[in-house]
């Protein structure tokens, strides 16, 4: 076989010259040229599948957002963890306080280790629990006084019944006023059930630490219940917090200090003073109130201050405002009130340990608050 040479312009390829020499020397056969060439048929079968990729990368990233949206929308439904700080109180088995004379019982032995709340309940704490449980407010956990009463304002809520929802009015870190025992027990029921959003139920605030199934009055012979993680203190709990401290730890020579500032001496209420012994509370025709130095009251004025605000002047075990800013509730129950403890921002009197004022447990009022115990 001869080859036949023209003037046509060949590849450079190595491998199209080894196709083109195979081809011409019968070394294979011509049926096999086609799968060497373009194929046409592939190439389309090519652009099917890329298509069909890209669909399905679509369906994935569309998958993806969907399953995106509903993480999110899960973890909204998650327990929230609590956001309270708490300062440990100790020296287990203590006596009470022997030396508060005025009243028959005597305050203060606790025989077990326990927390409480450094501060008050803020009002950005109890503004995130209203929002979480009461877009409906069946137990009226809000007091409309709240955002209304511009001395202690507050916190504001919009919307309609079903649709509430509510925000801080100024510094979040003061405390809220204008809530009765019950708001401070569902509070607690709301954080032993680790903060979850939803209605008013017993997976949110009617159980828990206190078995409250709707009770908003009366109510006195409701307890803490077992394995409560967060409650309102008793009165020895709160008591010991407050004036409690070994005089071997530097204490008085009782174990007990007459004000809650580590002090036997009535407090100074100046707001801008770093030293110890200063709260948020009255002082008659002297200073006045705290915040503006003046005995004059300001219905304009807001007479809170935040938490902490007197830095040089915490209790024995660390807490601060045990004797200002506003009275807190404590669990005890007489007749026909529960305990209330501490002093306010319109009240000088009651910040010694030897007063024990109550008021009946669905009382709201301007200098009335609370903070929590925990194991």
């Not at 312009?9 to 086609?34: E, H, Q």
């Not at 300062?87 to 006596?95: D, E």
């Not at 949110?204 to 409650?231: F, H, M, Q, V």
Request: charged share 20%; glycine share 10%; proline share 6%.
């Amino acid at each position: 076989m001869f080859l036949i040479m023209t003037r046509t312009r060949f590849p450079k390829s190595k491998g199209a010259w080894a196709m083109l020499v195979a081809l011409f020397t019968g070394l294979i056969a011509p049926t096999a040229v086609p799968d060497l060439l373009p194929d046409a048929e592939a190439s389309s079968r090519d652009k099917r599948t890329i298509r069909k990729l890209k669909k399905q990368n679509r369906g994935l990233r569309r998958t993806g957002n969907s399953l995106k949206a509903q993480l999110t929308a899960t973890r909204a439904q998650l327990p929230k963890p609590s956001i309270i700080e708490m300062v440990k109180v100790g020296n287990v088995g203590n006596a009470a306080d022997a030396g508060n004379t005025t009243d028959p019982n005597v305050y203060g032995a606790v025989n077990y280790e326990y927390s409480i709340g450094k501060y008050e309940v803020s009002l950005a704490q109890y503004t995130r629990f209203l929002n979480a449980v009461a877009a409906s407010d069946p137990n009226g956990l809000y007091n409309p006084n709240m955002a209304t009463n511009l001395r202690i304002a507050g916190i504001e809520r919009s919307g309609e019944n079903g649709e509430y929802t509510y925000s801080v009015i100024g510094s979040g870190n003061r405390p809220v006023t204008y809530v009765s025992w019950f708001d401070a027990a569902r509070y607690c029921n709301w954080e032993h059930n680790e903060c979850p959003t939803g209605v008013q139920d017993a997976s949110t605030t009617e159980r828990g630490a206190y078995t409250l199934d709707g009770a908003t009055s009366g109510g006195l012979d409701i307890t803490r219940n077992p394995g409560a993680k967060y409650w309102i203190p008793s009165e020895d709990e709160w008591y010991k917090a407050a004036y409690h401290q070994p005089s071997g730890q530097g204490g008085d020579a009782d174990d007990y200090w007459l004000y809650p500032t580590a002090s036997n001496t009535e407090p100074g209420n100046d707001p801008t003073s770093a030293s110890a012994n200063h709260a948020n509370h009255y002082l008659g025709l002297g200073s006045g109130y705290s915040v503006t130095q003046s005995s004059i009251e300001d219905p304009n004025q807001n007479y809170l201050t935040d938490g902490g605000a007197y830095e040089g002047s915490a209790g024995p075990y660390g807490t601060f405002d045990q004797g200002g800013n506003v009275l807190e509730w404590n669990d005890a129950a007489t007749i026909v009130s529960r305990g209330l403890r501490g002093g306010a921002w319109d009240e000088g009197y009651i910040l010694p340990s030897s007063n024990r004022p109550s008021d009946a447990p669905d009382s709201e009022f301007s200098i009335i608050g609370f903070r929590v115990a925990s194991p």
